[in-house]
């Protein structure tokens, strides 16, 4: 069965410093690898996804993320945060049916400090 | 831009009680899902649905549970007898065809049994 692994659970950073989440996946084939981002009281809103083909991909809101299939990871990147970056982001792999279901990582928390 | 509409986006409901959430997918979407999320727990996928049928469903997705699309526009999740620990957000999920498509999420419905 396929899993996804976000290890931090909290992190705090400055205004204007990178950023870096950290995901991990167990997925016995290809998988389909995706970044969401929820704001309190919103939805899910999808950052960015993987597919196959170059595996540095680029979202929204500045954001890229990096496929790794030997380290099975594919951490979410920013080079400069916003305090607009403040939210909570899940990882997730399209599993089953071609992709059809998404399981997700338990979610990192961002703050950010002025 | 099209979204994924639910409502209401909060129901308090007594225990045994039945209850119905309801969603708006996007118009061309072709698969549906419902996915829930307990607080501080993750995202966990429930159903999907394609075609009029449930193609996949969790083991969450028990007896209790059942999905619709009555009409052309609305996707539903109704819950017979609602338990405590059916208390969560509930998100609705919508996706064209094909494996890489991306789901476009609700904004959900929180759930509250008392």
């Known amino acids: 069965a396929q899993s996804v692994t976000q290890p931090d659970i909290h992190i705090t950073v400055s205004e204007g410093a990178s950023l870096e989440l950290r995901c991990n996946y167990s997925?016995?084939?290809?998988?389909?690898l995706f970044w969401y981002v929820q704001s309190p009281g919103q939805g899910l809103q999808l950052l960015l996804k993987y597919f196959s083909g170059d595996t540095l991909v680029q979202g929204i809101k500045g954001f890229e993320a990096e496929f790794k299939r030997s380290q099975s990871s594919f951490n979410l990147r920013k080079p400069s945060v916003h305090w607009s970056d403040a939210a909570e982001y899940f990882c997730a792999v399209g599993a089953g049916n071609a992709g059809n279901m998404l399981t997700f990582g338990g979610g990192t928390r961002l703050m950010v400090k002025p | 831009e099209p979204e994924v509409t639910q409502t209401p986006s909060h129901q308090v409901t007594q225990m045994g009680q039945e209850v119905i959430l309801r969603c708006v997918p996007i118009?061309?979407?072709?698969?549906f899902y419902w996915y829930r999320q307990i607080l501080g727990q993750k995202v966990e996928f429930l159903v999907s649905?394609?075609?009029?049928?449930?193609?996949?469903k969790s083991e969450i997705f028990d007896d209790q549970f059942s999905v619709e699309r009555p009409d052309g526009s609305n996707f539903t999740l109704k819950i017979r007898s609602t338990k405590l620990e059916d208390s969560a957000m509930y998100f609705c999920?919508?996706?064209?065809?094909?494996?890489?498509?991306?789901?476009?999420f609700g904004q959900g419905t929180r759930l509250t049994v008392v």
């Open positions: 118009s061309n979407h072709l698969y």
């Open positions: 997925y016995g084939a290809t998988p389909y």
């Open positions: 649905f394609y075609n009029n049928e449930i193609s996949e």
């Open positions: 999920a919508s996706r064209i065809q094909g494996p890489a498509a991306e789901a476009f």
